[in-house]
């Protein structure tokens, strides 16, 4: 799918000047600087979203007349004239204008005023999930916001984020834990409305009901030499018709790599906004297929395309080939897949959670994590998220836990401080086995990061990072690490440096890398790196106190070239040269 054109009106010096600032974090836009009304009428037709900087009064009258249909009409945001506040007017959901002024507003330090109901209550919004959706979508969205019962049923398990309390599975209950608490919330009876995801086109009326389409189906095709698209679109559309399958579900269309240049396919898959994905004769023909054909491996190599196509692409046959003298064609589905997302929380500040994260963790509809991790995010929850917090040492339950409920097809996210890759839940996690499952590792900013930004540039040059604890690798091993750090002069970050019961680490490691660098080296605490209670503490080696150090503090020890230079008004840095060698001036 292409990238959405996006325009936007300025016509003062004011508004270009903050046009350009909106084009160096979005990328460049389109530029209509000549006439208000013009502009706006001009972008209508050439963009997917506009970007008006002018009055939100101006902008209601000058598009009032080009309104026709919100699936098709651009997203329109307006910016006021001292940058302040980013308002989506019209396309906040289907046009993805409310998506942009998110951006827009955190791009320039302003505020997004939302005011679609779901975004407003940090609800997510059914026709934001990337699927069409069919049916009463505005009577059950109603239903959702006012607390009525709602029923949703999916046919396949496919995933979907929080949804709110009073949007329950028939027959499933909704259970809520807080540590070893468990609340049992029964599914509603006599529902008001219904939320089904399929990939049936009909819609159920017995009740009122939005359809959302997920992304599952697949189309294999094969075609004789020159067959025009309206040849294939009518094959295709009349496949769909009689097994009642929806157009907006499919994902793929796919061939033999023989088709790589055939128009007909070509457009079609240009039609349909989907990939056209061709497979090697020889890969096909491995395949075993319930209608293979003579003609087709004489033809191209291999006895089935369409079917053989399809399978090819990882999906379950459903529909078997159907013929024309010019065509053949056959459908399968993708099996759903839960997602699993291991994501970073950062060192603490609320900054220094990522986009990415705060993106992954508003989209899960399960979150699992350590007690203190889990409190630091639950305002980025969306009402309806079940939470699953624990103590320290049940790493293994957590990761467990979160394996088995994305294979139930939830979308789960399992939280960790830091990066989740450094002495956190990425390896326990992949190391228990995730087949089956989409895994999303989101990075984060790790402590040594955090701390080092605090002192100055302590890890400027090469550094290694070393944690103390002996509960998971044996001490005999750290000091092997520690040595090998020590002769290579490396500057060294050192988590978990001390506990209540691990007093005599510390002092050793010190002892270690005292034995190869100055005793004027200078050695760092970091305690709360970013949090309220932050504080500091720069001491030469030989005077470095053990003492100083708890499990809340990261310990950094310099290299030999690393000093403490001057800043500010009397303040110094820690720093280690990154030995650049500037090239003379001629």
Not at 84 to 101: I, Q
Not at 195 to 208: E, G, H, K, R, Y
Request: charged share 20%; proline share 7%.
């Amino acid at each position: 799918m292409s990238e959405p054109v996006i325009g936007q009106v300025a016509t003062t010096a004011t508004s270009k000047a903050r046009a350009d600032a909106i084009d160096a974090f979005l990328g460049t836009t389109r530029r209509y600087t000549t006439s208000s009304a013009e502009g706006l009428r001009q972008a209508w037709d050439e963009c997917d979203l506009i970007i008006s900087h002018l009055a939100l009064g101006a902008t209601t009258r000058l598009i009032a007349g080009l309104l026709a249909d919100k699936k098709t009409d651009p997203g329109v945001v307006v910016v006021d004239e001292a940058g302040r506040f980013v308002v989506p007017l019209v396309g906040g959901h289907v046009g993805g204008a409310n998506e942009l002024a998110r951006r827009i507003a955190e791009g320039l330090g302003a505020t997004a005023v939302l005011t679609t109901a779901t975004d407003a209550l940090g609800l997510p919004g059914l026709d934001t999930l990337g699927w069409d959706t069919a049916g009463d979508l505005a009577g059950v969205t109603r239903a959702v916001i006012d607390g009525r019962p709602v029923a949703l049923v999916r046919e396949h398990p496919w995933p979907l984020p929080a949804l709110p309390s009073n949007v329950t599975e028939p027959g499933v209950e909704r259970v809520e834990r807080r540590g070893t608490h468990i609340k049992v919330l029964p599914a509603p009876p006599d529902p008001q409305a219904r939320i089904l995801v399929s990939d049936a086109v009909a819609v159920p009326t017995d009740l009122p009901t939005v359809v959302l389409h997920p992304k599952s189906l697949v189309i294999g095709m094969g075609c004789n030499r020159g067959t025009s698209v309206e040849a294939l679109r009518a094959l295709l559309a009349a496949t769909l018709t009689e097994h009642g399958l929806s157009r907006s579900s499919i994902c793929a269309l796919t061939s033999v790599d023989a088709k790589a240049d055939e128009q007909g396919l070509i457009e079609l898959a240009a039609e349909l906004g989907v990939d056209f994905v061709r497979y090697p004769a020889s890969q096909l023909a491995g395949l075993q297929v319930p209608n293979p054909s003579d003609h087709a491996a004489s033809a191209v190599g291999t006895p089935s395309v369409s079917e053989a196509s399809v399978l090819a692409h990882g999906a379950t046959l459903i529909v078997e080939k159907t013929k024309t003298p010019e065509a053949t064609i056959a459908i399968g589905r993708l099996e759903p897949r839960g997602r699993l997302a291991i994501v970073g929380l950062g060192p603490g500040a609320d900054d220094l959670l990522t986009p990415r994260a705060r993106r992954v963790l508003s989209e899960s509809a399960i979150v699992i994590g350590y007690r203190p991790y889990v409190a630091q995010i639950r305002s980025v929850l969306r009402p309806g998220t079940e939470i699953v917090s624990s103590g320290m040492g049940t790493e293994d339950m957590r990761t467990a836990l979160g394996i088995e409920k994305a294979r139930e097809g939830r979308n789960v996210a399992i939280v960790c401080g830091g990066d989740p890759a450094i002495y956190a839940m990425a390896s326990p996690t992949l190391e228990q086995g995730t087949e089956g499952i989409d895994v999303e590792i989101v990075p984060g900013v790790t402590a040594e990061l955090a701390a080092s930004a605090i002192l100055g540039a302590p890890l400027g040059h090469d550094h290694v990072t070393i944690s103390l604890s002996d509960l998971h690798t044996d001490w005999d091993v750290i000091e092997k690490r520690l040595q090998a750090a020590a002769e290579g002069d490396f500057v060294v970050a050192m988590y978990n440096p001390r506990s209540r019961s691990r007093t005599a680490h510390l002092p050793r490691a010190l002892e270690i890398l005292g034995a190869h660098r100055p005793a004027g080296t200078p050695v760092a605490v970091v305690r709360d790196a970013s949090r309220p209670e932050q504080s500091y503490r720069v001491a030469p080696l030989a005077e470095f106190d053990p003492q100083w150090v708890d499990m809340h503090s990261i310990v950094i020890v310099g290299s030999s070239s690393t000093r403490m230079m001057p800043t500010g008004a009397g303040d110094e840095v820690m720093v280690t040269p990154r030995d650049y060698s500037w090239m003379e001036q001629k």
